[in-house]
């Protein structure tokens, strides 16, 4: 089992940046990719980012790409999302997650490989 805890959400203006992070515990994450994904109030959770076990395969949402940065420290289970340029549209609340395939070359944006969740944090943007 892999427990997952993120941090660092909160409320921010229009323009701004936060850095989420997601400190894993229990089994190591390191072998695993990792995901972060997003729940907007009425809506479905939706894919954000996500890095394979190594970090060289990286996949973005495209409403996300070239603000949002997945970045992984593996030496101490953590997984970090920056974020930039934050928008309106992105607030909601955001969960990390853990795939149960080690040292998988590949990642997918698919929420089923996800197996391990955190509880989330959520990221407030006002115009």
């Known amino acids: 089992q892999v427990q997952l805890v993120e941090s660092g959400g909160g409320s921010v203006q229009t323009g701004n940046s936060l850095r989420l992070s997601c400190v894993g515990s229990g089994r190591t994450f390191a072998p695993l990719a990792m995901g972060w994904f997003r729940q907007a109030p009425g809506k479905e959770r939706e894919f954000v980012a996500a890095?394979?076990?190594?970090?060289?395969?990286?996949h973005y949402a495209d409403s996300v790409k070239g603000r949002f940065t997945i970045s992984r420290d593996n030496a101490k289970d953590t997984v970090f999302l920056q974020m930039n340029s934050l928008k309106p549209e992105d607030t909601g609340v955001y969960y990390c997650?853990?795939?149960?395939?080690?040292?998988?070359?590949?990642?997918?944006?698919?929420?089923?490989?996800?197996?391990?969740w955190g509880q989330g944090t959520q990221v407030t943007v006002s115009s």
């Open positions: 997650a853990a795939d149960d395939r080690r040292f998988s070359d590949r990642v997918s944006p698919d929420q089923s490989g996800f197996v391990f």
């Open positions: 890095s394979n076990w190594i970090g060289r395969d990286i």
